[in-house]
């Protein structure tokens, strides 16, 4: 076996255990904050059949998360995709595997801070009853510098470690969870007894993916029910630092994945029940309606502790901007680590055992990001969510195929390695893959995403190949300046000899 070829970062051993690990799965996934952007738009494609929409979008997760916990099991590393795929298929596609993970999550970073200051204004406002207030996001210069504050805050607990990460997560997680089973089951007992906006009886169909009229509804919904699951692997990212380092991080994504299925099914047939699809009104036809989802029904639905809900969505977008810089952080330290990004990034802070100048570098990337796109265009803030698709479909899928690959001489000693090595996260790969095609030739066209384009092509697809095309240059760069990795020097190609095989 050639595990010399992983090394260990100098990261705080064992400070998280499942429930801890999982804690952080679910909180970057941050389902309070994700559910109320992205519902609007999913029964805007799909109607009734959103709940089955987002189950198709946990699909290809669960399969995908198979596929990482096995290579997890073989190769404990921080650097997730990037060492895996390197392992795999060598130094490149793993470079541009570890650049998809990087560019995604500095680039969400910026939107959960976005979500997190338009939704703390709106509590505010609800707070003291003043118009004034929910107005204040809309002006770029108190919307930054809001921005900014949040940013800071989220840096200062990362860089303090885990037991810190974990310790806000506990409450900001908790919190949002009991509020989002509070919503759904308020709204679907009003449903029951009739005072409803405009009650729906939940039919089995919904939850029916076949019922969904064309394909490129499917297309579109999946690529939004796959940005919201998107996350679960920061779990896999903690794995030196987690207690039960080969087989803890795997169960907590497969868990996370779970948990999060399970309140956004929920909520989808509890707010579709409860407001119907009409174009008034509160029905989810409704723009107004669909541009924020939560806002529009929590009075309705929660009356006087409404507010709960805007807090559960502040909490949210926090905990997400904490938990989400623990992985491009914890990438860029492997990837400076094994020597494919500058040195500096593998500086480790003496007393926090935290990949110091990587989270500094991760924070200021999406903040000055945050801040220009802001200035330019929010319909450009929104296009970079939906071109971030691309990316994740990109890094999933090479990961998913490198656990197929790299277990090749494993597939038929046992069963069980049948499905998790091969069956699972083949499958899973593919339907991501297809998503990732599928999204690049749809964002083509003028019309999608914000409708914005330049010469008659999409601003996502051209936002999507310039991320590439920057990851491209960046590797470029690292080969003429740090050729050893690109050589296949600090890390070296292999193919799994079955000595952690459990099968």
Same mark, same amino acid.
């Given at each position: 076996?050639?595990?010399?070829?992983?090394?260990?970062?100098?990261?705080?051993?064992?400070?998280? +255990?499942?429930?801890?690990?999982?804690?952080?799965?679910?909180?970057?996934?941050?389902?309070?904050?994700?559910?109320?952007?992205?519902?609007?738009?999913?029964?805007?494609?799909?109607?009734?059949?959103?709940?089955?929409?987002?189950?198709?979008?946990?699909?290809?997760?669960?399969?995908?998360?198979?596929? @990482?916990?096995?290579? *997890?099991?073989?190769?404990?590393?921080?650097?997730?995709?990037?060492?895996?795929?390197?392992?795999?298929?060598?130094?490149?596609?793993?470079?541009?595997?570890?650049?998809?993970?990087?560019?995604?999550?500095?680039?969400?970073?910026?939107?959960?801070?976005?979500?997190?200051?338009?939704?703390? @204004?709106?509590?505010?406002?609800?707070?003291?009853? *003043?118009?004034?207030?929910?107005?204040?996001?809309?002006?770029?210069?108190?919307?930054?510098?809001?921005?900014?504050?949040?940013?800071?805050?989220?840096?200062?607990?990362?860089?303090?470690?885990?037991?810190?990460?974990?310790?806000?997560?506990?409450?900001?997680?908790?919190?949002?969870?009991?509020?989002?089973?509070?919503?759904?089951?308020?709204?679907?007992?009003?449903?029951?007894?009739?005072?409803?906006?405009?009650?729906?009886?939940?039919?089995?169909?919904?939850? *029916?993916?076949?019922?969904?009229?064309?394909?490129?509804?499917?297309?579109?919904?999946?690529?939004?029910?796959?940005?919201?699951?998107?996350?679960?692997?920061?779990?896999?990212?903690?794995?030196? /630092?987690?207690?039960?380092?080969?087989?803890?991080?795997?169960?907590?994504?497969?868990?996370?994945?779970?948990?999060?299925?399970?309140?956004?099914?929920?909520?989808?047939?509890?707010?579709?029940?409860?407001?119907?699809?009409?174009?008034?009104?509160?029905?989810?036809?409704?723009? /107004?309606?669909?541009?924020?989802?939560?806002?529009?029904?929590?009075?309705?639905?929660?009356?006087?502790?409404?507010?709960?809900?805007?807090?559960?969505?502040?909490?949210?977008? +926090?905990?997400?901007?904490?938990?989400?810089?623990?992985?491009?952080?914890?990438?860029?330290?492997?990837?400076?680590?094994?020597?494919?990004?500058?040195?500096?990034?593998?500086?480790?802070?003496?007393?926090?055992?935290?990949?110091?100048?990587?989270?500094?570098?991760?924070?200021?990337?999406?903040?000055?990001?945050?801040?220009?796109?802001?200035?330019?265009? /929010?319909?450009?803030?929104?296009?970079?969510?939906?071109?971030?698709?691309?990316?994740?479909?990109?890094?999933?899928?090479?990961?998913?195929?490198?656990?197929?690959?790299?277990?090749?001489?494993?597939?038929?000693?046992?069963?069980?390695?049948?499905?998790?090595?091969?069956?699972?996260?083949?499958?899973?790969?593919?339907?991501?893959?297809?998503?990732?095609?599928?999204?690049?030739?749809?964002?083509?066209?003028?019309?999608?995403?914000?409708?914005?384009?330049? +010469?008659?092509?999409?601003?996502?697809?051209?936002?999507?190949?310039?991320?590439?095309?920057?990851?491209?240059?960046?590797?470029?760069?690292?080969?003429?300046?740090?050729?050893?990795?690109?050589?296949?020097?600090?890390?070296?190609? +292999?193919?799994?000899?079955?000595?952690?095989?459990?099968?």
């Amino acid at each position: 076996s050639d595990k010399h070829a992983l090394s260990r970062k100098g990261l705080s051993a064992g400070s998280v +255990g499942l429930l801890g690990a999982t804690v952080i799965g679910v909180s970057c996934v941050a389902p309070a904050y994700t559910i109320t952007a992205a519902l609007g738009p999913i029964a805007a494609k799909v109607g009734y059949q959103s709940p089955a929409i987002i189950l198709m979008g946990f699909l290809p997760m669960l399969l995908v998360a198979f596929g @990482y916990r096995e290579l *997890n099991r073989a190769m404990p590393d921080s650097g997730t995709s990037f060492t895996w795929v390197t392992r795999a298929f060598g130094p490149w596609a793993g470079w541009l595997a570890g650049w998809g993970l990087i560019a995604s999550t500095v680039l969400v970073l910026s939107n959960s801070a976005g979500v997190a200051v338009d939704f703390f @204004y709106l509590m505010l406002d609800e707070l003291f009853a *003043n118009r004034g207030l929910a107005d204040l996001r809309a002006n770029p210069v108190i919307n930054v510098a809001t921005c900014m504050v949040f940013m800071a805050i989220a840096t200062i607990i990362s860089y303090r470690g885990m037991e810190a990460t974990k310790a806000v997560q506990y409450v900001l997680v908790g919190f949002q969870a009991v509020v989002l089973l509070l919503f759904g089951g308020v709204a679907l007992y009003m449903v029951q007894n009739g005072t409803a906006f405009d009650p729906t009886a939940v039919s089995l169909s919904w939850f *029916n993916p076949f019922e969904v009229p064309s394909l490129s509804a499917i297309a579109a919904g999946l690529s939004l029910s796959i940005f919201i699951f998107w996350g679960w692997d920061v779990t896999l990212t903690m794995n030196e /630092e987690t207690r039960g380092a080969r087989s803890t991080p795997g169960q907590a994504a497969t868990l996370t994945v779970l948990v999060t299925a399970f309140l956004y099914v929920l909520t989808a047939t509890a707010v579709i029940s409860f407001a119907g699809l009409g174009e008034t009104g509160l029905g989810l036809g409704n723009p /107004e309606v669909q541009s924020n989802v939560f806002f529009a029904m929590a009075k309705p639905v929660l009356g006087v502790v409404a507010i709960l809900v805007s807090i559960a969505v502040v909490s949210s977008s +926090g905990a997400s901007l904490q938990s989400t810089m623990v992985s491009p952080s914890r990438t860029m330290l492997a990837m400076a680590h094994y020597g494919a990004l500058p040195g500096a990034l593998s500086a480790i802070s003496p007393r926090f055992k935290t990949p110091s100048i990587a989270i500094l570098t991760s924070t200021l990337v999406s903040s000055v990001f945050y801040a220009v796109m802001r200035f330019v265009s /929010e319909h450009v803030l929104w296009d970079t969510v939906a071109a971030l698709g691309i990316m994740i479909c990109f890094y999933y899928s090479i990961t998913a195929f490198a656990s197929v690959w790299y277990f090749r001489r494993q597939w038929f000693k046992s069963r069980t390695n049948l499905f998790y090595q091969l069956v699972f996260p083949l499958v899973g790969g593919v339907m991501l893959a297809a998503l990732f095609i599928r999204t690049i030739i749809d964002s083509m066209d003028p019309g999608f995403g914000s409708g914005s384009h330049i +010469g008659g092509v999409g601003l996502v697809f051209i936002l999507g190949m310039m991320i590439i095309v920057v990851g491209l240059a960046l590797m470029v760069a690292m080969a003429v300046a740090r050729p050893g990795f690109l050589r296949g020097e600090t890390l070296t190609r +292999g193919v799994s000899d079955g000595k952690e095989d459990h099968g």
